[in-house]
């Protein structure tokens, strides 16, 4: 018996947990705009998740488990408010006639209660993305932020996809509340003289996620796909709350097209596969449908493509082709072209090189990665030794190429692609 019942425990929680993943943004950010502050509103709605720990596991899940939430959540909001009113009642001053003590409620409260008898959740999610992606935090604390709110992620969990310690992520966590707070942000969606630089910090906290996922920085796997199934999932809702931003939509497609090589981006030891070398049958046919359906949408609200949209565009070069060997390299170069105006970053200028390289011959790619040598921005990258390690090797200076694949390795954090660098510098002597 205590088996059985053990075994509903599990799974009661199980349930609660995968809705508290799909509904915590929701309740989070709808409480926020009672209680018009994201800390409070994150502490009510974990209030609410405790009680359906408690209620859920004797009565059962109810058969509208996020409406559940959400209602338990806006009720401990206006119990919250209304103790704040009767505690600033008690503090009026003494002279002040009874019956106006009585029919005296502050104006937030009264737009408080407005706020809580409204349902517009689109509105209220796109409060809490500006707010947990401010500018006034670092790029770090947006992350957690964001993955914590509206990801609905433990502390934990983003401490090991990110591969820091538990306790660090919950001093961001705790510290971007107190200078959300300290700042006085206020929890609304920006004004359109400021929206597009709010827009571009929102878009590149959940790239960063993405890439995280995607290319491991450090660790002993080259990819960690649940990272980018949550900054997915996050892309995703913010195309439905903006659907005439463009870049939106254009990150939508970038990362819909490049989640559909994770498969064919590791072999069956989790060792790397370069994309020349990828099965593309293994290649997602649905997340490449997407993506194209993504960019064709950006394209149609019209205006240049952005940096996303420019990026989209390249990762459709490929998926577009059977083969490595029928990819459209001066399409390619184009866009990267076009992408140097939008984004002139070193970084660009090197992945360009290796569209050249493909185009036009190694050594016209060898050329451009030896003007980047001395770039300070390039610095310590562990990719322009292990760009030009293989461009060498291609123009047959092999003991050049695996002096760079060496010092590429020395320069990787993740293990997966030090040992992967190691290995074409073995190859090689």
């Known amino acids: 018996m205590n088996d059985a019942l053990t075994e509903r425990d599990a799974a009661t929680r199980r349930v609660i947990d995968a809705v508290w993943r799909m509904e915590a943004a929701k309740v989070i950010a709808s409480v926020a705009r009672v209680v018009r502050d994201v800390a409070l509103a994150e502490e009510l709605a974990q209030d609410a998740f405790v009680a359906a720990l408690e209620h859920w596991g004797r009565a059962g899940v109810p058969d509208k488990p996020g409406a559940w939430l959400m209602t338990t959540a806006k009720n401990r909001a206006l ?21 106006a003590q009585e029919m005296h409620v502050t104006p937030d409260f009264v737009d408080a209660l407005d706020a809580a008898r409204e349902d517009d959740i689109g509105d209220d999610l796109l409060r809490l993305v500006f707010t947990a992606c401010h500018p006034v935090l670092s790029l770090d604390a947006r992350v957690a932020l964001t993955l914590r709110l509206l990801g ?48 571009a910090s929102v878009l590149e906290v959940i790239y960063l996620i993405f890439n995280e996922g995607y290319s491991a920085t450090a660790g002993a796997d080259w990819m960690r796909p649940a990272l980018c199934e949550d900054a997915l ?21 970038l990362m819909e097209i490049q989640a559909s090589r994770i498969k064919a981006r590791v072999d069956r030891d989790g060792r790397p596969v370069l994309l020349p070398d990828q099965d593309r049958s293994r290649w997602d046919p649905l997340l490449i449908q997407r993506g194209f359906a993504a960019l064709a949408r950006a394209d149609a609200l019209g205006g240049a493509r952005g940096l996303y949209a420019l990026q989209a565009a390249l ?37 360009r090189a290796v ?34 390690a293989d461009l060498l090797a291609r123009v047959g200076r092999k003991d050049e190429a695996r002096e760079e694949f060496l010092a590429a390795a020395a320069l990787a954090r993740n293990a997966r692609e030090r040992e992967f660098l190691l290995g074409r510098g073995r190859e090689l002597g």
């Open 355 to 388: 569209a050249v390289s493909m185009a036009v011959g190694a050594q016209a790619g060898l050329d451009i990665v030896d003007r980047l040598r001395d770039s300070e921005a390039l610095r310590g990258y562990h990719l322009l030794p292990g760009v030009r």
């Open 152 to 199: 609905g992620l433990t502390t934990d969990e983003i401490a090991r996809g990110f591969l820091v310690p538990e306790p660090t992520i919950a001093q961001r966590i705790v510290r971007a509340k107190r200078t959300l707070s300290a700042a006085r942000v206020a929890f609304e969606a920006p004004k359109a003289a400021e929206r597009a630089a709010r827009l």
């Open 315 to 351: 990762a459709a070069c490929h998926a577009r082709t059977a083969t490595a060997a029928e990819t459209d390299w001066a399409m390619i170069i184009a866009l990267y072209d076009a992408l140097m105006v939008v984004a002139p970053t070193p970084v660009v200028e090197l992945n």
């Open 79 to 99: 119990d919250r408010l209304r103790q704040h009113a009767l505690h600033a009642r008690k503090h009026e001053e003494l002279g002040r006639d009874l019956d």
């Open 233 to 253: 999932r996050l892309a995703r809702v913010l195309a439905e709350l903006m659907p005439e931003e463009s870049e939106v939509h254009g990150l939508v497609a």
